[in-house]
């Protein structure tokens, strides 16, 4: 290659020089030093970069080191636009490589997937790509990685597969930003916006690369960088700015010989003054643009293929004009489109609010029959409350009349036994009297056993008498005590009628012990004190 002669001869000519100062070789160490250089170098002067890593090339023996070399060789040349020339020096460098080498032998192939790419050859460039990353991957090297993921967008980018090449630039930002490498992390953000996206954002990546470039003094990176700008401010109609962003990149271009770099810049500017309606100018870019081209494509034996693409595109400028007269045409189709699927989500959309009106209602009157057999079982449940709670209330009379029958038969038996006492008295005096005196007295006893046969013919009336006289008892008991319960109630008639704590218990089923309980209770709702009478306040009441 032309632009590779220079660079040998020097070469040749340096070895010679120090072979005549009496230095055979030159130590590792000194090479190492001179590809750092040459590193430092790529992305400020790749010129002076390809210099330092072929100055010393004859003299190195370790095949490790010359593959080292002609990488950053390669670097130089992609930089400087020479596809071919990197592509050549990266083979070389696989050659030397083992096994051993294959970090190296990842980056080799890293950047030789980018220089397919730009030859062109965009299946040979995926392949060498997978082949990078999965060398990296083996070996959990996430830095280089990212490097690969950069370099996999930049080749979708080429191929116009942006949601791709997005997803693998952001993947490559991601992890450079997590380790902080500055260098890596403006590349990426730079081929972020290499393509039409969200144009605020990408021009706050562009900006912050400059940023960071001009930190590093990257100035070809800085070329890259406005070329990236004055095409973002062109997407966004912001037509002076682009100039000025792309006057800016072709100075920096031109400052280190980047002629690809120089290339995209005419591309775009050609855009620009098109856009502004400077077709001759426009033209002109146009055409400088096909020159340099050719120039790379003659000097670097360039692919046909990139040369067809040149022409291409020179062609495509000049049928721009004839294209633009249709451009009325396109948009009234377009606006006629837009405005029958604009009608057409119109229907759509009234169709759907008619179809969920329809659910509602439906809804809605569902809702409603719902509503009517739930009062319907509400009217059902009450209804049984109220059968329930007559039932309780005839159930409670039928437990109040068997009280007062209670009651009422214990103020029988009271009245009975009150008899028989009478009766046994009088039997205990006649024990005491004469014969003569006996007979009267037994008559008498039989005058008052009828007696009381006579009364107990009368027995419903005075039962209906005393059932009215505890009436009117409880009455006062409730209007003096309000909060006493039935069943004291009860104890105070029982108690009123002078029954014994025995004979209250086997009224009621209870024991005496219960009942005396009760009593207490009583008294102690009665508000008595236990020296006080119970019985005889109960009767006084």
């Not at 060789?73 to 050659?95: H, N, P, S, T, V």
């Not at 790419?117 to 997978?130: F, Q």
């Not at 996999?152 to 450079?176: S, V």
């Not at 219960?514 to 008595?528: C, E, P, Q, S, V």
């Amino acid at each position: 290659m032309m632009r590779q002669i220079p660079l040998y001869i020097l070469l040749c000519c340096v070895s010679f020089f120090s072979a005549g100062l009496g230095y055979a070789s030159i130590s590792e160490k000194d090479v190492t030093n001179l590809l750092e250089k040459a590193e430092k170098e790529l992305y400020t002067n790749p010129q002076l970069a390809a210099y330092y890593a072929t100055k010393e090339r004859a003299s190195i023996s370790s095949s490790s080191l010359l593959a080292r070399s002609l990488y950053i060789y390669a670097q130089a040349e992609k930089l400087l636009g020479d596809f071919d020339g990197c592509i050549q020096a990266l083979y070389e460098a696989d050659e030397l490589l083992t096994d051993k080498d294959n970090g190296l032998k990842g980056h080799i192939y890293n950047l030789m997937s980018v220089g397919y790419c730009n030859l062109g050859d965009y299946g040979k460039a995926i392949d060498l790509s997978d082949k990078a990353i999965s060398f990296f991957k083996t070996k959990n090297d996430s830095l280089n990685l990212a490097a690969c993921y950069n370099n996999r967008g930049i080749i979708h980018t080429y191929i116009n597969e942006f949601q791709q090449a997005d997803r693998f630039l952001k993947q490559a930002l991601a992890i450079n930003r997590s380790s902080k490498n500055l260098k890596s992390i403006a590349s990426n953000l730079n081929n972020l916006c290499l393509y039409k996206g969200d144009i605020e954002e990408q021009l706050e990546w562009i900006q912050e690369a400059i940023v960071i470039n001009k930190h590093l003094n990257a100035v070809w990176s800085l070329g890259e960088n406005y070329n990236n700008l004055g095409k973002l401010y062109y997407y966004s109609k912001r037509y002076r700015e682009a100039i000025a962003a792309l006057e800016k990149a072709y100075q920096l271009a031109q400052s280190v010989g980047a002629k690809g770099v120089i290339c995209d810049n005419y591309e775009y500017a050609a855009w620009v003054y098109s856009a502004i309606g400077d077709y001759q100018t426009a033209y002109e870019k146009q055409t400088s643009l096909y020159a340099l081209s050719k120039e790379i494509q003659s000097e670097n034996k360039l692919r046909t293929v990139e040369q067809r693409i040149a022409q291409e595109k020179l062609l495509a400028q000049q049928q721009k004009e004839e294209l633009r007269q249709q451009e009325y045409k396109i948009r009234l189709l377009r606006r006629n489109i837009v405005t029958m699927l604009i009608i057409g989500c119109l229907l759509i959309m009234i169709s759907i609010l008619l179809l969920q009106r329809f659910k509602r209602k439906k809804k809605i009157q569902l809702l409603n029959a719902q509503y009517r057999i739930e009062q319907s079982e509400h009217e059902i449940a009450k209804l049984k409350m109220l059968q329930q709670k007559t039932e309780l209330e005839d159930v409670q009379q039928a437990l109040e009349t068997s009280k007062q029958e209670t009651t009422n038969f214990a103020i029988f038996l009271q009245s009975r036994n009150e008899l028989l006492d009478k009766i046994q008295e009088q039997v205990r005096q006649g024990y005491r009297m004469e014969k003569q005196e006996l007979v009267p007295h037994l008559k008498k006893i039989n005058a008052f056993i009828s007696q009381y046969q006579t009364t107990n013919k009368n027995n419903s009336m005075t039962l209906q008498t005393i059932d009215e006289k505890m009436q009117e008892f409880l009455s006062r008991l409730v209007e003096r005590y309000p909060n006493l319960t039935q069943g004291e109630r009860h104890l105070a008639s029982l108690l009123r009628v002078n029954l014994s704590t025995k004979e209250i218990a086997m009224l009621t089923g209870n024991t005496p012990k219960t009942i005396n309980m009760n009593r207490y209770r009583l008294r102690k709702a009665l508000g008595l004190s236990s020296e006080a009478d119970l019985v005889a306040y109960i009767q006084s009441i």
